[in-house]
């Protein structure tokens, strides 16, 4: 199943999107912060990267992924929270960041 559609969810205070090219630089302040420690980080440049394409290319092989989390107010990337699941991953898995 490939998912190339838009998918977006609006809150009061939330923006839920797929993620673009233009958060790699948002994402890449997240995974160099201490929230990732949860997932093994804080992570470098090259593996920020490596886990980002990570994240787009599961929206177009299977169709789900991680979702960016915006501030309605002021558009400014503040998370992620996504569902990870493709051959290298045992059992479906909710995160969050």
Same mark, same amino acid.
């Given at each position: 199943?490939? *998912?190339?559609?838009? $998918?977006?969810?609006?809150?009061? +205070?939330? $923006?839920? +999107?797929?993620?673009?090219?233009? /958060?790699?630089?948002?994402?890449?302040?997240?995974?160099?912060?201490? +929230?990732?420690? *949860?997932?093994?980080?804080?992570? /470098?440049? +090259?593996?920020? %990267? *490596?886990?980002?394409?990570? /994240?787009?290319?599961? %929206?177009?092989?299977?169709?789900?992924?991680?979702?960016? $989390? /915006?501030?309605?107010?002021?558009?400014?990337?503040?998370?992620?929270?996504? $569902?990870?699941?493709?051959?290298?991953?045992?059992?479906?898995?909710?995160?969050?960041?």
């Amino acid at each position: 199943m490939s *998912g190339t559609g838009a $998918i977006t969810l609006r809150t009061e +205070r939330l $923006i839920l +999107r797929k993620p673009e090219i233009d /958060d790699f630089e948002a994402y890449t302040r997240l995974m160099a912060s201490p +929230r990732s420690a *949860g997932m093994g980080g804080p992570f /470098d440049l +090259r593996a920020a %990267w *490596g886990m980002f394409c990570h /994240d787009v290319a599961l %929206w177009q092989l299977f169709g789900h992924g991680a979702l960016m $989390i /915006d501030l309605a107010e002021s558009g400014e990337c503040v998370g992620q929270v996504g $569902i990870n699941h493709g051959p290298l991953f045992p059992e479906k898995e909710l995160g969050c960041l």
